[in-house]
């Protein structure tokens, strides 16, 4: 089976999660998030690692550099060559896309697609209500939204631009919204096999396997 490079995008509530598990067990690839890598750098004890840790640990915040080399050191690690990846939470910013889009091209494997699931602000905002967690004021949501709305437009844009972005209505219940991101990863597989930028057709996994 080919590997696929994916990034999943959405608003907290929209599902993203949900449907990142079932991407991975679709299309075989590693699903990676910044709090994973950050978490087996330091685990591992690489030099990468032992200077996130002294940030973290400091209460400071890890820098782009940072995270960009760690992520660069994650994507060259055997499992990831060898399946692919589902990027969560990376990159954040289009300097962080740019540093991605930089150590792909050197590595010959381009990114397939970024995937936007995209549920209005009310409805994330209803469920991440009903869940009734104690953070989970309406105040709260709609602070942590307009944050995330303020720092992801400009990567969207970026995506965008670089004609890898595909936004997908999250607004239907589960099935539905996987067929539609599974409809919209398959388009681009397929057009990226016939330009020739693919060594071949990603098949996806059958259920169980």
Known sequence: MTSVRLVILGRQGSGKGTQAGRLVEAYGPVHIST???????????????????????A????????????????LVEGDVVERGFLLDGYPRTPDQATALEGFLAEAGTPLDVAVNLDVPVDEVT?????????????????RRLDLYESETAPLLAWFAEHDLLDVVDGLADEET????????????LRVGDARGTRSGMPVRCAPGA
Do not use: H, P, Y
């Open 177 to 188: 919204v996987f067929d539609r991101l599974t409809s919209v990863i398959d388009g681009r």
């Open 59 to 74: 209460g400071d915040l890890v820098g782009d550099d940072l995270i960009n080399s760690i992520v660069a050191e994650r």
């Open 126 to 142: 209803a469920r991440m209500v009903a869940r009734g967690r104690a953070d989970d004021t309406e105040e709260g949501i709609r």
């Open 35 to 57: 709090g994973d890598m950050l978490r087996a750098a330091v685990a591992a004890g690489t030099e990468l690692g032992l200077q996130a840790k002294a940030l973290m640990d």
